[in-house]
């Protein structure tokens, strides 16, 4: 028996358990309980549907995420909704089911989209600014236009959405 001690992989294994041990031993008691870990998930699905305009959002109410104090959302399409939080960092793409246009029954055909006003591949003028300056940056449409939005990619390759407005204007989305 004391021939096993004296291999030095045995002796290794051992003084690694015994740090292993102490260093559970040491821990401090959890503050937070699991449920105050986790993110309120049907608090979310309300705030994606409040930023959809009322549409619904569909979320499977098992998912399980860290908690975010405050989630930032963006359209990655015009159906669906991206969730991003910062620390811890997570992000979520919720898709959203588009509401009926006025006057259409239920499981009437959608209707036919207009040409975009952005091409996938079309480079553009982004425009960022405030009140007494301005900023714009060349990009590149990663998409067709959707709506009134358009996913883009900086010359760094940072992607980001942008806003198309009257006249073809491109600003960057808040």
């Known amino acids: 028996m ?6 030095p992989s045995v002796r290794h294994i051992l003084l690694g358990l015994a740090g292993l041990g102490a260093l559970i031993a040491a821990r401090p008691a959890p503050t937070q309980t699991l449920a105050q870990a986790l993110h309120d998930v ?4 309300a705030q994606v549907q409040g930023f959809a305009g009322g549409a619904p959002a569909r979320i499977d109410p098992r998912l399980v995420v860290p908690r975010c104090l405050a989630p930032a959302l963006s359209w990655a399409r015009a159906d669906v909704v991206r969730a991003d939080c910062a620390s811890p960092a997570w992000t979520l793409y919720v898709p959203i089911d588009q509401p009926f246009a006025l006057g259409s ?5 959608p209707q036919a989209r207009a040409r ?3 091409w996938r591949g079309e480079r553009v003028l982004v425009e960022a600014g405030g009140q007494g300056w301005a900023v ?3 990009a590149e449409a990663e998409r067709d236009a959707d709506g009134n939005r358009i996913a883009l990619k900086g010359p760094a390759g940072r992607r980001f959405t942008g806003r198309i407005e009257e006249g073809g204007k491109v600003v960057l989305a808040r």
């Open 105 to 109: 029954a239920p499981g009437a055909l």
């Open 116 to 118: 975009p006003a952005i």
């Open 136 to 138: 714009s940056i060349e």
């Open 42 to 45: 049907a608090a979310l699905k």
């Open 2 to 7: 004391r021939q096993m001690f004296k291999s």
